[in-house]
């Protein structure tokens, strides 16, 4: 059985313990493969590139605005040591041609590691915001449209234009990474998924909503 890595979270910052949510694990093992939380050590990406098939990078908190060269305006909870473990495994796992899946933060690191940048706070930085992004009470329902682009991965596997998704962020992409392409807008105008090759992100939280959107998590394990 195929094997993903998926990036750790806070847990307890209090008691020092990491942790990933469970929605994910799940996600990964419905999808047919098994799933691996990683430890926080820049000395074992190398091997975790090497050894694992696939990297899911999960949601979390924001990422340091000065890897963008931005002033830290908008920004909290920032963890140099969390941003430089997933840019150091991006670059493994592109290096060596292995399927890479971004979730929310995960979406804004792929972004940063490509060279883009982010709106430290779309709320104060967005002019054309039509909609509140940040639904804390509502990760598991669906509450906006996003329209999909052209011939994009998410085209091909749903064949439609818009779809639902739920919404779960305070930043997003501003500048989009070298290489990327856009694969679905909000209605308001901001990037809510790209993709290069064997790279797939989005900024909602399809893990939170599986049986509507197990299809994505099917897509990136058949690009095992």
Same mark, same amino acid.
């Given at each position: ?29 419905k ?19 090497k ?19 931005? #002033? ?6 920032? +963890?140099?040591?969390? =941003?430089?473990?997933? !840019? $150091?495994?991006?670059? *493994? ?13 995960g ?28 639904h ?38 501003? #500048? ?6 856009? +694969?679905?807008?909000? =209605?308001?105008g901001? !990037? $809510?998924?790209?993709? *290069? ?20 998590f ?7």
């Amino acid at each position: 059985m195929k094997k993903v890595a998926l990036t750790p979270r806070f847990c307890d910052k209090k008691y020092e313990k990491d942790g990933v949510n469970h929605a994910y694990i799940e996600a990964i093992s419905k999808s047919g493969a098994t799933p691996y939380m990683l430890c926080l050590s820049l000395r074992s990406v190398a091997d975790y590139a090497k050894d694992m098939d696939g990297l899911l990078i999960t949601g979390g908190e924001d990422i340091n605005p000065k890897l963008y060269s931005q #002033d830290d305006v908008k920004s909290h909870r920032l +963890s140099d040591e969390y =941003d430089n473990f997933e !840019i $150091e495994l991006i670059k *493994a796992f592109h290096k060596l041609n292995k399927p890479i899946f971004g979730i929310c933060r995960g979406l804004q690191i792929i972004n940063v590691a490509f060279k883009g940048t982010l709106y430290q706070d779309i709320d104060k930085e967005y002019q054309d915001l039509k909609r509140r992004h940040l639904h804390n009470y509502h990760k598991g329902k669906l509450s906006h449209r996003v329209k999909i682009a052209e011939d994009s991965f998410l085209d091909h596997l749903y064949h439609k234009k818009e779809m639902m998704v739920n919404s779960y962020h305070h930043q997003a992409v501003k #500048d989009l990474g070298e290489g990327l392409k856009v +694969s679905a807008y909000s =209605d308001d105008g901001l !990037i $809510e998924a790209f993709e *290069a090759e064997k790279i797939i992100a989005v900024q909602w939280h399809p893990e939170k909503i599986f049986e509507y959107q197990k299809e994505l998590f099917t897509y990136f394990i058949n690009m095992l």
